[in-house]
């Protein structure tokens, strides 16, 4: 039995009930972004309902400026940058992307760990391997690849908000690194490729949290660094190289990379969960069930490729169940079950196999191919699936969407739904790529775009007007409900990812991923963010707090 979904005709009625007493939040308000462990309990009293419907939010202009613009009623500061020491040993990584937050105690809101993907190495500033001005004969050395391996993965620090202010607490024993090289186990009962231990992560784009306060992070494009393994018409393997070319000193299969991992904050324990297929994963959402099973939605971030989703058949496994595929023109949930399928079981040895190469098992079944699906959000007052499909330009769908996923009867684990698009991106709704989503503590939909900074503000592109990537709100309620604003405006080159709610709504967690990403000379970076003495950009997370924020987390007051 799934807890009650409320559509958004029940909800606001059930709001209005505020002017008899206080109102209680339903269930599915209690969590914040990808967390399903929250139990606290919101009220909104009459008063906080006026605000809310009456709250201004002033739009941003699209700016170029090499800056990180906010609209009025917000402040940022820089809470850690690549470089920073976290303790003794070790330092944040690079190209920072999904983060949460985890409170050490459910009753203290302004202490805990925050976890943060590291995705990806622009070379010349990690390694200071210069491609443009090498020759042919010349590569990277193990040194520069060891180094690139480091900056990778993702890094735990403790971090407490003090007189309003977030801070790291640098040396805390919490703080710690998981790289490239951090041995992982393997959830499941075969080896993959005649290992049982894989070698690091990488490529980890965004992510989710458990309900038993475990972080999970999604590996994305891991063929960048280890290549991949391709089938031709005969079904004989042949590899393709990495651009990055770790595997010119590393003898790690690709198969031992593009899972979803699961991190214990507090040790930093890790494991890969086959169960949940192998693919450009770019985050991994989790809905826990009444009887404790969980359901996981998960996407593969790249042009004409899938949606899927992971039930699990017993109580907190990823593991035990099985993995689906979205048929989204037929609204039907698609089986990756090779001993149920005379379709898998001609293509492929068995059930391993089928997970390794999800790709080719859901091509084989009919899966819809969608338009580069990345993040993933449940709506808490609809219950809607959210998923962001950033574009494909191969189809011409510069500008992108947002698909709603209604599971049937509201029901996570039902096989049949209603898929329809819930916004589109362009000129007409002012946002365009979009990525991350978020949904606050009043249910207002937070966007982060996507736009590549090779087409950014390029003359005769469909995305100059959009100019630099931005932080976008759909507000829930008042007279702005449903429209796209820009509250915020990214540095050069940059893009805003990682959007993560404090538990109390007033601080905003946001990556700021690769300024600068298309410099080609250190003395002339095409971004100085954020400013340092040194005036080399520098990836870094934000707090972003105010007025503003505080308000439209209204919901989350408690009494």
Not at 46 to 64: D, F, G, T, Y
Not at 102 to 120: A, M
Not at 170 to 192: A, C, E, H, S, Y
Request: aromatic share 10%; hydrophobic share 35%; glycine share 8%.
């Amino acid at each position: 039995m799934e807890q009650k979904v409320y559509d958004r005709k029940e909800f606001l009625s059930f709001l209005g009930k505020a002017s008899i007493g206080l109102v209680i939040l339903p269930p599915l308000l209690q969590g914040c972004s990808n967390d399903s462990s929250s139990n606290s309990t919101g009220t909104l009293d009459e008063e906080a309902l006026e605000r809310l419907k009456q709250l201004p939010i002033k739009n941003l202009e699209a700016s170029n400026v090499d800056d990180l613009l906010l609209t009025e009623g917000l402040t940022y500061s820089v809470l850690i940058r690549w470089g920073d020491q976290i303790n003794d040993e070790d330092t944040f990584g690079f190209n920072n992307d999904f983060t949460c937050f985890i409170p050490l105690d459910d009753n203290d809101p302004k202490d805990g760990l925050l976890w943060v993907n590291h995705e990806y190495v622009h070379s010349l500033f990690v390694s200071g391997f210069d491609r443009n001005k090498l020759d042919a004969h010349q590569h990277k050395t193990k040194d520069q690849v060891d180094t690139e391996m480091y900056n990778v993965g993702g890094s735990i620090v403790r971090i407490k908000e003090e007189e309003g202010v977030w801070k790291v607490m640098q040396n805390d024993p919490l703080n710690r690194r998981i790289t490239g090289k951090t041995p992982m186990k393997v959830n499941w009962d075969n080896p993959i490729m005649e290992a049982t231990t894989f070698i690091g992560t990488n490529s980890n784009c965004s992510g989710g949290i458990t309900p038993w306060k475990t972080i999970l992070t999604c590996e994305e494009n891991y063929d960048s660094v280890w290549g991949e393994t391709l089938y031709d018409i005969d079904n004989t393997a042949s590899h393709e190289p990495s651009s990055a070319g770790w595997e010119k000193f590393y003898n790690y299969p690709p198969e031992h990379y593009g899972w979803v991992v699961e991190i214990d904050p507090m040790t930093g324990e890790a494991q890969k969960h086959i169960a949940l297929g192998r693919f450009a994963h770019e985050c991994c959402t989790l809905r826990e069930l009444d009887d404790k099973r969980v359901v996981a939605y998960t996407g593969d971030d790249k042009n004409s490729e899938h949606l899927y989703k992971f039930v699990s058949s017993k109580p907190g496994s990823l593991k035990e169940g099985t993995l689906y595929v979205a048929d989204t023109e037929n609204g039907k949930w698609l089986a990756l079950d090779w001993k149920h399928s005379s379709v898998l079981q001609k293509n492929f040895k068995d059930q391993t196999e089928v997970l390794i190469r999800a790709r080719e098992a859901a091509k084989l079944l009919g899966a819809t191919e969608l338009n580069r699906p990345e993040d993933i959000e449940i709506d808490p007052i609809t219950g809607g699936v959210f998923v962001s499909l950033t574009n494909n330009k191969e189809k011409g769908d510069f500008h992108g969407s947002i698909l709603k996923i209604e599971e049937s009867n509201g029901m996570y684990d039902a096989l049949t739904f209603k898929a329809s698009t819930y916004k589109a991106g362009g000129e007409e709704n002012g946002f365009s790529c979009p990525d991350n989503l978020a949904f606050d503590r009043s249910g207002n939909l937070w966007i982060t775009s996507d736009m590549s900074g090779s087409a950014m503000n390029q003359e005769g592109l469909p995305y100059m007007n959009f100019k630099n990537n931005s932080l976008f709100v759909i507000p829930r309620h008042g007279s702005d409900a449903g429209k796209v604003i820009r509250v915020a405006s990214a540095p050069k080159d940059a893009e805003f990812t990682g959007p993560w709610f404090s538990p109390d709504g007033k601080s905003l967690f946001l990556s700021v991923q690769h300024p600068g990403e298309q410099t080609t000379d250190l003395d002339n970076p095409s971004s100085h963010w954020p400013f340092d003495e040194d005036r080399i950009p520098k990836p870094a997370v934000v707090t972003i707090q105010g007025d503003l924020i505080e308000k439209m987390n209204a919901l989350n007051e408690l009494t």
